[in-house]
C-alpha cells in the first residue's frame, strides 16, 4: 500500500468520526431543546384561555337569553289597575283642610292675647240699666274648643251645625278634619257625601260613599247611595 493510499484512508476514517461526532452533537442539542421547550413552554396557557374564552362566551348568552325574556314580558298584555285617584284626592282635601286649622289656630291665638274693648259688644237695654253683654256664638267656641282638644266629636258636632246652616262648604271640610282622626267613623263619610251633593259635586259624593260602603258594608251608605244615584236626595 502506498503512503499516499494510507494517507486517504486516514483522511476517511477522521472524516467519518467527524461526521458521528457532529451527529452526535445535534442529537444532544436537539434533545435539550426539545426538554426546554416543552417545560418553559407547556400547553396548559392555551388551555386556559379556551376556559377563559368559554366563560367570557356564557355571560353574552345570559344577556342574550334575559333581553329574550325581557322582549317576551313587554309583549304580555298590561292588566288593568283599578284607579284609587279619588282616595288620593280625598286625602289631599284632608291635608289642606288640616294646614288650614292650623293657620287658623295661630290666628286666633294671636287675636286673642289683644285686649278686648267693651264697646265692641251691644248694649241692651233694661228699663234704666245698660248691661253689655255678647250675642252667642255657638259655633266660635265649639271651634276654639275643638283646637284644644281635637276631639272628633267636637269636629262632627261642628260639621252638623254647618250643614244645617246650609253653609256646606264648611260642613265638607269638618267632615273631613273628622275623617281624619278617624277613618272609620260613619258619620265623617256621611257628612262629607250629602255636603258634596249639596255643592253640586254628585261624583264625589258617590265615589265617596261607594269607597266607605266596600270597607264597612254600611247600611247607612248604602241607601244614600242609592238616593243620590236616583237622584231622590233632597
Do not use: C
Not at 284626592?89 to 283642610?97: E, G, I, P, T
Not at 234704666?128 to 259655633?139: G, M
Request: aromatic letters at 12%; a positive charge.
Amino acid at each position: 500500500m502506498h503512503e499516499y493510499e494510507q494517507l486517504e484512508l486516514k483522511w476517511k476514517k477522521f472524516n467519518n468520526k467527524r461526521r458521528l461526532y457532529q451527529f452526535f452533537i445535534i442529537v444532544v442539542f436537539a434533545l435539550v431543546a426539545f426538554v426546554v421547550i416543552k417545560f418553559l413552554f407547556p400547553l396548559k396557557p392555551l388551555q386556559q384561555k379556551t376556559i377563559e374564552n368559554k366563560d367570557v362566551q356564557k355571560p353574552f348568552v345570559a344577556k342574550k337569553e334575559k333581553k329574550n325574556q325581557e322582549f317576551n314580558k313587554s309583549q304580555e298584555t298590561p292588566l288593568l289597575k283599578p284607579s284609587f285617584e279619588f282616595e288620593k284626592r280625598l286625602s289631599y282635601s284632608l291635608y289642606k283642610a288640616k294646614r288650614y286649622e292650623k293657620r287658623k289656630r295661630i290666628t286666633e291665638v294671636q287675636n286673642n292675647k289683644r285686649p278686648q274693648d267693651a264697646s265692641n259688644y251691644p248694649l241692651v237695654k233694661r228699663g234704666s240699666i245698660s248691661l253689655h253683654t255678647s250675642q252667642p256664638k255657638s259655633l266660635v267656641s265649639l271651634v276654639k274648643e275643638f283646637n284644644k282638644s281635637n276631639d272628633i266629636g267636637l269636629a262632627l258636632l261642628i260639621a252638623k251645625r254647618y250643614y244645617e246652616q246650609k253653609e256646606y262648604k264648611n260642613a265638607a271640610k269638618w267632615s273631613l278634619i273628622a275623617n281624619n282622626l278617624d277613618k272609620n267613623s260613619e258619620e265623617s263619610w256621611i257628612l262629607f257625601a250629602k255636603s258634596s251633593y249639596k255643592l253640586g259635586k254628585k261624583e264625589s259624593a258617590v265615589n265617596a260613599l261607594k269607597i266607605y260602603y266596600k270597607k264597612s258594608h254600611s247600611k247607612r251608605a248604602y241607601a244614600l247611595l242609592k238616593q243620590m244615584v236616583q237622584g231622590t236626595f233632597q
